[in-house]
């Protein structure tokens, strides 16, 4: 048998990546740096087979390529999962493994090849269907004559909570994510917080991005005690945490024909 990894084009690998976002059902955080240009593909070749792929784009920089974020073997192969990881580690150099703790293969390969590893952000997905009333507030689409409070956190949003005429809230969600997902985010007015109007913002962005034909997600800080309560008020729940370790070495695997770049 001849394993091998060698650099390779996006476009080589987009048919396995379907089957990678088939089986990885939920919000990818990174989707959107394949078609940025931001990553670096590899193969994972079985004689002239391409039975699996890795990608590597920067931690810090986009330019430095030094993690690991995507790895896919068809179900097939995973008894050689080890040998083609070890290969992928050493054929692009990387020094970090970063994942999702929702998706198992990587998240396994992280704790099996990595160290230092440590989370800063949550992952949350579609939960339940809450049901916040607030009489007083008017949720709408965010028109041009609007004046809305300076934001310190987040973009200004399409959608807004009027309360006594003003704008106190602001939200909206992201497209540039897999099929079907969306991004939401969330500022209040801080003079407005802790009445409920963040959730209820939430809630009701929840039914917009359904209807724009997504399934809502969102990410935050673990340190965001707040957007973690509001995005939970408003039905959502936890599906992961964003992983990121270094990886312990990368030595060339026996039996392996592992080509860098
Ligand atoms: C996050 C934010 C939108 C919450 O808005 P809000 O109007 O205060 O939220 P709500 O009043 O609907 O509160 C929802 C839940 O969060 C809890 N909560 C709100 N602020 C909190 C805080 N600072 N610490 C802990 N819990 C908090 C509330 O108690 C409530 O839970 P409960 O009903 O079970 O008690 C607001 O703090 C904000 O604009 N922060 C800056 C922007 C930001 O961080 N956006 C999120 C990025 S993903």
């Not at 990595?114 to 709408?140: P, Q």
Request: proline share 3%; hydrophobic share 40%; charged share 25%.
């Amino acid at each position: 048998m001849a394993l091998s990894v060698a650099p390779t084009d996006l476009k080589n690998i987009l048919p396995l990546r379907k089957l990678f976002l088939q089986e990885n059902n939920f919000q990818i955080r990174y989707d959107a740096c394949h078609t940025r240009g931001w990553t670096d593909s590899y193969a994972l070749m079985y004689n002239e087979e391409m039975v699996g792929y890795g990608s590597v784009k920067g931690k810090e920089n986009i330019n430095d390529r030094d993690t690991v974020f995507e790895f896919y073997l068809i179900p097939s192969f995973r008894n050689q999962t080890s040998l083609y990881f070890e290969g992928l580690l050493f054929s692009s150099s990387a020094a970090y493994i970063e994942c999702q703790s929702n998706d198992l293969l990587l998240t396994h390969l992280l704790y099996q090849y990595g160290k230092n590893i440590d989370s800063d952000v949550v992952l949350f997905e579609e939960g339940v269907t809450s049901s916040l009333v607030i009489d007083e507030a008017v949720f709408r689409r965010r028109n041009e004559k609007d004046i809305v409070f300076e934001h310190k956190a987040e973009p200004v949003g399409d959608y807004i909570l009027e309360f006594n005429k003003e704008v106190v809230a602001t939200g909206g969600f992201l497209l540039h994510y897999n099929m079907p997902f969306a991004d939401l985010y969330m500022e209040v007015r801080e003079d407005y917080r802790r009445k409920g109007l963040g959730s209820f913002l939430i809630q009701e962005i929840k039914k917009q991005c359904y209807l724009a034909g997504r399934v809502p997600a969102a990410r935050t800080s673990i340190d965001n005690a707040a957007s973690r309560a509001t995005l939970t008020k408003a039905g959502l729940r936890i599906a992961g945490f964003m992983l990121v370790g270094c990886v312990r070495n990368s030595k060339p695997p026996d039996e392996f024909s592992a080509q860098s770049t």
